[in-house]
């Protein structure tokens, strides 16, 4: 069934057949929009300035699985750069959230279908506001010239915006994702415009850490959700139940070492996905329960190895520590 939900001050609707769509003057952000990256951003910069001069709601309508999930799939997962509680779209301006299901039958519908039928019929699009490499219909039969021809015929405006470039490359969420996949957190949050985020739920875990002296928490992630290659990173993390911070972080996150992927001495076969969070001179049991926790990636500190002692290995976490109190002066 469809519904609709309130996230702060921006109305989500859940469907294109969902009875609480009203075809009211709408400006549409319309794209997959998976990482909400810079070039993201310059859409939602110009939709909210159409908006304002239209007198318009500001809608984003996106699709839910991501495209990127059916059609590039990375080992069946692994490839979402954003899910729910990562978006942030209420403080880009957003009025609206229409999330689209986008099932066999809706990836068949003609552009003109979509033109007609859904922007114009189910929303009352005046405007649409699309990247130059978007396109819509069957077999991405449309692209933003297309568009354009569409939205004269069926009367709304097309605003087309030029992708952003970064020191000489193009801003997409496909590069972001190879950065990912290969670690280099850093490169990917230069082109996302913040640090790259991680949504996950407080599980239990085997305790390892308890017993080197590094307790860590056990982060469960959405399937789909792209979590960085293996390796110990430093990051922030948000989650409800921790102090204010010590020292000034990025959005008063909590300092913290990361570690992804399967532990080389005790577990090599082990879950690829695996996250691990240890926080600085926190009580890791007292602070953050089972509910969830935000982590964002800073840099990467190393790569995974296998120890012969769990001495050495011990060694090595207090290294990691230790260059993260100096890098956050704690």
Not at 108 to 113: D, T, Y
Not at 162 to 181: H, M
Not at 192 to 220: K, M
Not at 247 to 253: D, E
Request: aromatic share 8%; glycine share 8%; charged share 20%.
């Amino acid at each position: 069934m469809s519904t609709t939900s309130q996230q702060l001050d921006m109305e989500v609707i859940k469907g294109l057949d969902n009875p609480a769509l009203k075809p009211v003057r709408r400006v549409v952000a319309d794209g997959g929009f998976d990482g909400m990256h810079l070039g993201h951003r310059a859409i939602f910069q110009v939709a909210r300035e159409t908006a304002i001069q239209q007198r318009a709601t500001l809608t984003t309508l996106t699709f839910e699985p991501a495209p990127v999930e059916v059609f590039s799939p990375h080992d069946s997962y692994n490839v979402r750069l954003t899910v729910a509680q990562e978006r942030g779209l209420e403080q880009l301006g957003v009025d609206t959230l229409v999330v689209a299901d986008f099932n066999e039958a809706f990836q068949q519908i003609s552009a003109e279908q979509y033109a007609r039928d859904y922007l114009v019929g189910r929303l009352g699009t005046v405007a649409v506001v699309i990247s130059e490499s978007h396109s819509w219909g069957r077999h991405a039969e449309a692209d933003a010239s297309c568009i354009r021809q569409l939205g004269d015929k069926y009367g709304f405006d097309v605003r087309v915006v030029p992708l952003v470039t970064l020191d000489g490359e193009v801003v997409s969420s496909s590069t972001i994702r190879n950065f990912l996949w290969e670690g280099k957190v850093q490169a990917a949050s230069r082109l996302l415009g913040r640090p790259y985020p991680l949504y996950g739920t407080v599980q239990q875990g085997a305790g390892r850490g308890t017993l080197l002296g590094f307790p860590t928490i056990n982060l469960q992630v959405p399937q789909a959700k792209l979590v960085p290659g293996p390796g110990v990173y430093a990051a922030v993390v948000e989650a409800e139940g921790l102090p204010a911070p010590p020292v000034a972080t990025y959005r008063s996150g909590w300092p913290a070492a990361i570690s992804i992927g399967a532990s080389p001495t005790f577990d090599p076969e082990g879950d690829s996905r695996r996250v691990e969070v240890h926080l600085l001179d926190i009580n890791v049991d007292s602070a953050c329960g089972t509910g969830g926790m935000m982590v964002y990636f800073l840099h990467r500190l190393r790569d995974l190895r296998a120890f012969d002692t769990e001495e050495q290995l011990r060694s090595e976490i207090q290294a990691d520590v230790d260059r993260l109190r100096q890098e956050f002066n704690l």
